[in-house]
């Protein structure tokens, strides 16, 4: 399977980011074929009004390297998996815009709009998460937002790994072994059991048959 691994933090080697690179090696240890970006290395701009940006050929008009890596990684990845700091209990402003940006390629006014809203449906998804704070909400507000995307795109949500720390590294530090938890959450990605029911889910009555 392919998997895009999106660390947003601007520190490289932040707690976000070794979390990230844990998911990655996990991945790589399960044989999967595995992308993986910093969203500072090719994210230049917040969207624009596309009504003025686009050219006339109807592309993108911001020249930076986002429609390489979101057509080249992201759209073809089978799983995709988002790595943030928590700042001021939401996402990085990287990975917002990250999202916020596919709106100028998804939009009827792409030419290539249908292709690319095929390719966004339908992966696994996955979240990781750094924070100071133990507090159980404070990752509240984006575990919502990934959760409502992968309904809004029909993908399964497939759970989220949490590790504490705020010194570069103080995730190595956290007791509930989040590095670990990160490796084996890549590990087992496309393979964990996944459910989001509705009222009319056919169920068995077990989870684990």
Not at 52 to 72: L, M, N, T, W, Y
Not at 159 to 164: A, E, F, I, Q, T
Not at 177 to 191: I, K, S, Y
Request: proline share 4%.
């Amino acid at each position: 399977m392919k998997a895009f691994v999106l660390s947003s933090s601007p520190r490289r080697n932040g707690n976000s980011s070794i979390l990230a690179q844990a998911v990655r090696d996990g991945l790589n240890e399960a044989g999967h074929d595995v992308e993986f970006a910093y969203a500072d290395d090719f994210i230049g701009s917040f969207l624009r009004d596309c009504r003025q940006c686009r050219k006339p050929d109807g592309e993108c008009a911001i020249d930076d390297g986002f429609r390489s890596v979101f057509f080249e990684r992201y759209l073809p990845a089978d799983g995709f998996i988002a790595a943030t700091p928590i700042y001021w209990y939401g996402a990085a402003a990287q990975l917002k815009a990250f999202f916020d940006r596919a709106f100028c390629y998804y939009a009827a006014s792409h030419p290539q709009s249908a292709e690319v809203i095929e390719g966004m449906l339908g992966k696994r998804v996955g979240l990781v998460l750094s924070s100071e704070e133990t507090f159980p909400m404070v990752s509240g507000g984006i575990v919502s937002q990934i959760q409502e995307f992968s309904r809004y795109t029909r993908s399964t949500f497939v759970g989220v790994v949490h590790g504490v720390g705020n010194a570069r590294g103080d995730v190595h530090k956290d007791p509930l072994d989040p590095v670990g938890c990160a490796r084996r959450f890549g590990h087992e990605f496309f393979t964990r059991h996944a459910t989001d029911y509705q009222l009319d889910t056919p169920r068995s009555g077990r989870v684990w048959g």
